[in-house]
């Protein structure tokens, strides 16, 4: 149907064309609408997704057209339970049929880039999708040009998995299968902003509880570009009690952090001289805001997006919205909580100004999970309210686990990271897989 | 005892000024509110696994809960009722007590 009504528009264009009147007809958002307002979400992600699902209930005059290249979405969450091998890919793998079930028009198709003036995708078939709102949620690059030596070409033998898809993360556990008995896996950690601060230590965590279990006397080092990590005393915490001796970590003052990467012979030369060799490789590189972001001219110098936190606007674009781990939205960290929070707040703002109604403000919350091992969970959680124009976290709340806690409390934040994952997943992507 | 030290806290609470927000007052529209909470307890409170399932929990029940966590309860909603005042409290669980109980199978 909307290709039918866009093949009517791209003809009606190249009738225009050249006549002068092409210019005027340009803006108009909604020529193939059959009723309501447009809306296009650009990214099939947490952010994207949860947006979609949020706009068909908060405004269900609406047409809601989400695009993503990907049928399947590998998340980030518990992505390090199959490095770790303790689930298949297939257990972290959803897809938009929940979307589309719940009356979101999800179209699969390449996006070639966006145009924030027309509040349009471009897609690489010739299609054009146009709405009176854009929103963007294209996630993040990595930034190659951060670290010599590494590229989309060293991939296969040196992954970066963050997720990057099952392959990505089967090629991982691949590697730790196959490493020697008394390897050494190495795993280089940017600085911030990137995807999911506590990841890298969780991941830790699980490969080392995959060695301890599989590979005795192997071990696991981190180099760090940072002093400091999310959760920190949680995870030394766990690793002291579950892995004793097999976790090192080595940050900033160390001259630990990644300069450059030799793929070929799996080395590490840090900033402080160091040359470090390795069995297996994770590089987790220095990232920035997804490409449909920047070449949109919505990033900033440093390659992140700036919004405005009461609607996630982005600032001069009028109609445009960007959400998720693409932007600046500090104290909230780059999380799947966080983009999934992030939506909401963008979909009630974007069905209150289409009803004409003025906009409400709610608090955010980000919520994060991680496994230092199957039976052991932490936990990290903010609440935050708008304050002017910014993000702030409220004084009285949040915080992390009890870093005092027994077994018993350890268990049960597992069970709860697991049913998040399920229900975090039920109301961003409407249906999904679960992991155990 | 304890409020001896409450004016040295609030005078660091305006010393630090925005980057500290104070606990959440005047939002009482329970679905804006319940955004917030949903991501870990399921679409309308129906939650699958071991976060406990939140649909259809009557007030009462909702508002004791919410006391006990503030009390220090519970492993992470200890960390996130301190955010929450009576107003806010009462209407989520108006929210989360007119939702319908999933299906029966």
């Keep these: ?436 | 005892m304890q409020s001896r030290f409450r004016l040295p806290i609030v005078l660091i609470a305006l010393a630090v000024g925005p980057a500290q927000a104070q606990a959440l007052a005047g939002t009482t529209d329970g679905a804006d509110l319940a955004a917030a909470c949903t991501g870990c307890h399921g679409p309308g409170g129906h939650s699958a696994g071991a976060v406990p399932d939140i649909a259809g929990m009557p007030v009462a029940e909702f508002e004791r809960r919410m006391a006990a966590f503030r009390d220090g309860e519970g492993t992470i909603m200890n960390r996130l009722a301190p955010a929450y005042d009576a107003a806010a409290t009462a209407a989520l669980a108006r929210y989360f007590a007119d939702r319908p109980e999933p299906a029966s199978p």
Excluded at chain 1, 19 to 46: D, E
């Design chain 1, 1 to 436: 149907m909307s290709d039918g009504h866009d093949a009517r528009r791209r003809a009606l264009m190249r009738a225009l064309a050249g006549t002068g009147l092409l210019a005027a007809a340009a803006p108009m958002p909604i020529l193939g609408a059959q009723r309501g307002p447009r809306i296009v979400i650009a990214g099939g992600g947490f952010a994207g997704a949860s947006c979609a699902l949020a706009l068909r209930r908060l405004a269900p005059a609406a047409r809601v057209t989400l695009i993503d290249r990907q049928r399947e979405f590998v998340t980030g969450p518990f992505c390090n339970t199959v490095v770790g091998g303790l689930n298949p890919a297939a257990a972290i793998t959803q897809d938009h049929r929940g979307l589309a079930a719940a009356g979101v028009d999800v179209v699969h198709a390449e996006i070639e880039g966006v145009d924030p003036s027309a509040r349009a995708a471009h897609l690489a078939d010739g299609r054009r999708i146009a709405g009176d709102r854009l929103v963007v949620a294209p996630g993040i690059d990595f930034d190659y040009d951060a670290l010599d030596g590494y590229g989309p070409e060293a991939l296969d033998r040196v992954p970066a998995a963050w997720p990057g898809g099952a392959a990505a993360l089967r090629r991982l556990h691949g590697q730790l299968q196959a490493m020697p008995e008394d390897g050494r896996v190495v795993l280089t950690v940017p600085d911030n902003p990137y995807r999911c601060p506590p990841g890298p230590y969780e991941r830790a965590s699980l490969i080392a509880h995959f060695l301890a279990e599989h590979k005795p006397r192997a071990r696991v080092l981190l180099l760090d570009a940072k002093n400091h990590f999310s959760k920190e005393p949680l995870f030394r915490i766990g690793w002291d009690s579950r892995y004793p001796g097999r976790v090192e970590w080595r940050g900033r003052d160390d001259g630990a952090r990644a300069m450059a990467i030799d793929v070929a012979g799996r080395r590490v030369h840090t900033v402080g001289g160091d040359e470090i060799a390795a069995d297996v490789l994770n590089v987790i590189p220095p990232q920035r805001a997804g490409r449909l972001a920047r070449d949109a001219g919505l990033a900033d110098d440093a390659g992140w997006v700036p919004v405005n936190v009461h609607d996630f606007a982005a600032p001069g674009h009028e109609g445009v919205h960007v959400l998720g781990d693409a932007i600046r939205a500090e104290p909230m960290p780059k999380s799947a909580y966080s983009a999934h929070m992030q939506a909401q707040v963008c979909a009630r703002a974007i069905a209150q100004a289409l009803a004409g109604e003025p906009p409400g403000e709610a608090p955010l919350i980000n919520a994060c999970y991680s496994l230092v091992a199957p039976d052991y969970g932490i936990s990290v959680t903010e609440v935050y309210r708008i304050n002017g124009d910014r993000i702030a976290a409220v004084q009285q709340a949040g915080g992390t686990s009890a870093l005092a806690a027994g077994p018993d409390t350890r268990r049960a934040e597992s069970e709860y990271a697991r049913s998040l994952y399920r229900n975090l997943v039920r109301d961003s992507f409407g249906s999904g897989a679960a992991p155990g």
